[in-house]
């Protein structure tokens, strides 16, 4: 087995914003068209991941971060404070890159995180037909809980599944 090195870097820059911004225009593509279809993925990420989104964001209190695997910007994960929760709004690795051992690295950070901001829990939302990562979150250890439904506007909802992880 090859020897990975894996970094995580928190995103400060616009640099690093156009980084993240890159790599979801290309795991949202490949992953949630199938799921969603290609005009919510458009609508997505460009009210959501765009650069200037992810700065937005990052300007109101959301932390995005990169995962680099020898140097090279592999994924990344965006978490928030909510008091009690620290709530994990995205995770995403290449798929290029998967099975290495960044999404782990990734949990590690961002439970180190939780214990630090006093977080009793992580939660997160996952569409209800994105089957994979519902099982790769339970595998993790997280609970499914009740289901969501949110208007992101242009006609476009997110049904979801909220998911929560007990920090222990």
Not at 30 to 52: C, N, R, T
Not at 101 to 109: E, F, K, P, T, V
Request: glycine share 8%; charged share 25%; with cysteine.
């Amino acid at each position: 087995m090859d020897f990975v090195m894996i970094r995580i870097q928190e995103a400060t820059s616009v640099k690093d914003f156009a980084t993240i911004a890159g790599l979801a225009d290309t795991i949202w593509r490949e992953h949630y068209i199938p799921i969603i279809g290609k005009p919510q993925v458009d609508y997505m990420l460009e009210k959501f991941q765009s650069a200037a989104a992810i700065g937005a964001q990052s300007h109101s209190g959301s932390l995005y971060f990169l995962l680099l695997e020898d140097g090279e910007a592999a994924g990344y994960f965006a978490v928030e404070n909510q008091g009690e929760n620290l709530f994990l709004s995205k995770i995403y690795v290449l798929k290029s890159h998967r099975g290495r051992g960044l999404a782990r690295a990734a949990m590690d950070r961002i439970r180190q995180l939780a214990r630090q901001w006093g977080c009793q829990r992580i939660a997160l939302t996952v569409n209800k037909d994105n089957t994979a990562s519902i099982a790769a979150y339970q595998r993790m250890g997280f609970i499914k809980g009740e289901g969501t439904i949110k208007d992101i506007g242009d006609g476009f909802i997110m049904d979801d599944y909220r998911m929560t992880l007990d920090i222990q």
